[in-house]
């Protein structure tokens, strides 16, 4: 008897990194018969943009040993190893309380990387230098844990409690951010409360997040590393996203919603056509895929093997998307549509972000096989991190004054 599939197993089944490459896939294939309404591809222009950013590449990695794409790298700002200075002054206890530790600050600090917009910079007071960006938000959300902001154990600054971020305002995270009339953040509101879902989370799961503590995000890595062990110390990538995915699926505020599943960073769009409930529907996971790929380090600290990193898919996001479009690789069928700012939601956002992913893949192997190398040896962890991010932002800054990207997003703080 064929067992019918439910509309909550339909909607886990995309919650992971496979049915976002497999959609992103549908919708560069409807780019390339010109059947999208806001974007046409032109794959004879890949070739150029791989030589693009295989200069940059060999620019900043003359050996071409390259670090994953990870929260890790903006940690080092400026030349600073922050998180290296830090864990040697303390000297963790044992493995557990280093990971802990490391998932706090890579969870607390991604899910406050969602895009800063143009005109805020953060001053860092122990290095005399000032960050924008990416970089400026990881430095922050560093000083912030630091600070104790996130603790609830006075004598245990360096950890974020469920208690103090479910209770965390907008106040105390603008001042951690230097916000004010002059140096605005985009998405405020929506990181405070964002983190404040995320303490109720954590608090509601003491069977994912408190395994060896006080409920904690970090708690988190007591969960995969006593999974790596039992498998006899080796872990696939994809698991850590799909704990993500299932562990912090109800910190996501307003999104689509399946079978009483919460889907995330998912979105509508006419050209993924299925014939089941999912129809329709286009995932991302971006800030939860960013967040597995920023777990992974912590683990091979640890002595775990992390395996099939390529499992993962390329981040939808406006560095790896504007380097499509300002490349050509992807062009606007209505080019006044640069002048607007679109909302997270609308289709040519959708379009944009699963062109994008589809076309990571794609350049990948265009660059693979300039070097002479192959996934194994070249993931896309390291094409990403060498690579198309870096690439993207260099050539934002070459045509446009402030580096900013060649659509604007109308983000509440929480995709991009």
């Known amino acids: 008897m064929t067992t019918v599939p439910t509309d909550e197993d339909l909607a886990r089944g995309l919650l992971g990194a496979a049915p976002v490459r497999a959609r992103a896939g549908v919708m560069l294939e ?76 890579a969870i607390l600090s991604v899910l406050l990387d969602a895009g800063a917009g143009p005109s805020w910079r953060y001053a860092e007071g122990v290095t005399g230098e000032t960050f924008a960006r990416s970089e400026g938000l990881a430095v922050a959300s560093f000083a912030m844990m630091t600070s104790g902001l996130f603790s609830a154990v006075p004598l245990d600054p360096f950890r974020a409690d469920a208690a103090a971020l479910r209770t965390l305002t907008e106040a105390e995270l603008a001042a951690g951010f230097q916000v004010d009339d002059g140096n605005p953040l985009v998405g405020l509101a929506g990181r405070t409360a964002l983190l404040n879902r995320l303490g109720k989370a ?152 699963a062109l994008t992913v589809a076309l990571l893949d794609r350049i990948a192997d265009e660059i693979r096989r300039s070097l002479g190398r192959d996934a194994e040896s070249l993931p896309l962890a390291k094409v990403l991190e060498g690579g198309t991010w870096a690439a993207g932002r260099e050539i934002a800054r070459r045509l446009r004054p402030g580096g900013g990207p060649p659509l604007t997003v109308a983000s509440d703080g929480t995709v991009f």
């Not at 999974?227 to 699926?249: D, K, N």
């Not at 689509?256 to 599943?261: D, E, Y």
């Not at 080019?335 to 700012?341: D, E, G, S, T, Y």
């Open 202 to 353: 954590v608090e509601a799961a003491p069977d994912v997040f408190a395994l060896a503590d006080h409920p904690r995000p970090g708690g988190l890595f007591d969960l995969l590393f006593a999974e790596a062990e039992a498998a006899g110390g080796t872990l696939p990538a994809p698991r850590i996203l799909a704990v993500l995915l299932s562990a912090l699926g109800p910190i996501w505020p307003g999104r689509l919603a399946l079978g009483n599943v919460d889907l995330g960073d998912t979105w509508r769009h006419p050209a993924i056509v299925t014939d089941d409930v999912t129809s329709g529907l286009m995932p991302f996971h971006k800030l939860s895929q960013w967040l597995a790929y920023s777990l992974i380090e912590p683990l091979v600290w640890a002595g775990i093997d992390v395996t099939d990193v390529d499992g993962l898919t390329g981040l939808a996001e406006y560095r790896n998307g504007g380097l499509f479009l300002d490349l050509g690789v992807i062009t606007l069928k209505d080019p006044a549509a640069a002048a607007v700012a679109h909302p997270v939601e609308s289709p040519l956002v959708v379009e944009w972000r």
């Open 30 to 105: 409807a780019g390339i018969a010109r059947r999208l309404d806001h974007f046409d591809v032109h794959l004879d222009r890949l070739p150029a943009a791989a030589e693009f950013v295989l200069q940059v590449i060999r620019r900043a990695y003359p050996t071409l040993d390259i670090p994953f794409h990870a929260r890790w790298r903006h940690f080092e700002a400026g030349g600073f190893d922050r998180w290296g200075a830090y864990a040697e002054a303390v000297g963790f206890a044992d493995v557990g309380a280093m990971g802990r530790a490391a998932y706090d600050l």
